[in-house]
């Protein structure tokens, strides 16, 4: 099995910036790829970024081009999502997700193991 633990999510004013983290432990070997999703109250999970252990290879939703970015630390198996210029519509609770499969994956579906999830709100 694979445990995923999320840090770093908070209160921030639109504009600014936070730093979210994934640790994962356990049988990390398996997993091809991390991914980060969000849920918004009244709203299905959805896809926010992802990224290959291997060779780093990212994918974003729209929404967050531009503004997130997903990096990883493999001697440490933590994995990053770094957000600058939030808006409010980005408060949601964040997950970390692991998948096995080969292949960039934008479904919930797609991945294996969940973290419980760590809160983000942005005021405006």
């Known amino acids: ?3 995923l633990v999320e840090s770093g999510g908070g ?3 639109a504009g600014g910036s936070l730093r979210l983290s994934c640790a994962a432990s356990g049988r990390t070997f398996i997993t091809y790829c991390m991914g ?5 109250p009244g709203k299905e999970r959805e ?3 992802t990224i290959t252990w291997s060779d780093g290879r990212t994918a974003y939703a729209d929404s ?4 997130f970015t997903i990096s990883k630390n493999n001697a440490e ?3 990053f999502l770094q957000m600058s210029s939030l808006k ?4 949601a609770v964040y997950y970390c997700a692991a998948r096995r499969l080969p292949g960039l994956d934008y ?3 797609g991945y294996d193991y969940w973290g419980q999830g760590t809160q983000v709100t942005v005021s405006s």
């Open 77 to 79: 198996n933590t994995v």
């Open 47 to 49: 896809f926010v970024a």
């Open 107 to 109: 479904g919930v579906k």
């Open 11 to 13: 209160l921030v004013q």
């Open 1 to 3: 099995q694979v445990q």
């Open 88 to 91: 409010p519509e980005d408060t």
């Open 64 to 67: 967050v081009k531009g503004r």
């Open 36 to 40: 980060w999703f969000r849920q918004a």
